[in-house]
């Protein structure tokens, strides 16, 4: 595709319910992040992938987030036992590792935890 | 830590106002610097970027920003705002090695009153 997609777009869950969200980067690009913007705050880093290497989870704010990247391309953020502070958007990105450092987003998943 | 501050919330100008939203971030080392805009209903995109050169950088639509090493700064300017300026915009910083990943400040919500 031409850009970033993310699926959902919105997503309504319960307290305590899991959740999947998903990122398919663009084409080609190596390297793949999550954010995430909660209201009246920045964008904060979650987790980055890059191409076959581990993952740096360091963003990840509990062991109820993990995400994986199969096959170098899609990803899937998965949040375990949601809570209401995990209400939020969730945006993916993508970087062609090959030149420049700019950062592709997606439309990103807004999260609503009752 | 690198840390990211706008300290303008939320600016309100009338068309054909001049345009300086402050950007200061917090990094000892290089970095690469953006600037990224969310218009309303869409998802963020690439307004302008420096990583190294010319520390007066000019982005899409008529916007500049000019890097000043000595005040860890990266204002973005305008000259001239149009209504379709209305927008949040978000300066960013990474530092070029490891994970890239971008920290992002709050945001500064601009409204341009027609």
């Known amino acids: 595709g031409a850009g970033v997609s993310q699926s959902p777009s919105n997503k309504v869950t319960e307290k305590g319910k899991d959740v999947e969200l998903r990122c398919d980067p663009i084409?080609?690009?190596?390297?793949l992040y999550w954010y995430r913007q909660s209201l009246g705050q920045g964008l904060e880093f979650l987790i980055y992938?890059?191409?076959?290497?581990?993952?740096?989870k360091s963003g990840l704010p509990s062991d109820r987030f993990s995400a994986e990247r199969t096959g170098g391309s899609v990803s899937t953020l998965t949040i375990q036992r949601t809570q209401q502070e995990d209400s939020a958007v969730y945006l993916c990105?993508?970087?062609?590792?090959?030149?420049?450092?700019?950062?592709?987003f997606g439309p990103g998943t807004r999260l609503t935890v009752l | 830590a690198q840390s990211v501050s706008q300290h303008n919330h939320h600016v309100i100008l009338s068309e054909a106002a001049s345009l300086e939203l402050g950007c200061n971030y917090s990094?000892?080392?290089?970095?690469?610097l953006f600037w990224y805009v969310q218009y309303p209903g869409q998802h963020l995109q690439l307004l302008l970027k420096?990583?190294?050169?010319?520390?007066l950088v000019k982005g899409i639509k008529g916007f500049e920003a000019e890097f000043i090493k000595s005040k860890f700064s990266f204002n973005l300017r305008k000259p001239s705002v149009q209504w379709s300026d209305t927008a949040e915009y978000f300066c960013?910083?990474?530092?070029?090695?490891?994970?890239?990943?971008?920290?992002f400040g709050t945001g500064t919500r601009l409204t341009v009153i027609p």
């Open positions: 420096y990583f190294s050169g010319d520390p």
């Open positions: 084409s080609g690009h190596t390297a």
């Open positions: 990105a993508s970087r062609q590792d090959r030149g420049g450092n700019e950062q592709f």
């Open positions: 992938f890059q191409g076959n290497s581990a993952p740096d």
């Open positions: 960013a910083v990474n530092a070029p090695s490891g994970a890239n990943n971008l920290f």
């Open positions: 990094y000892g080392g290089t970095v690469n």
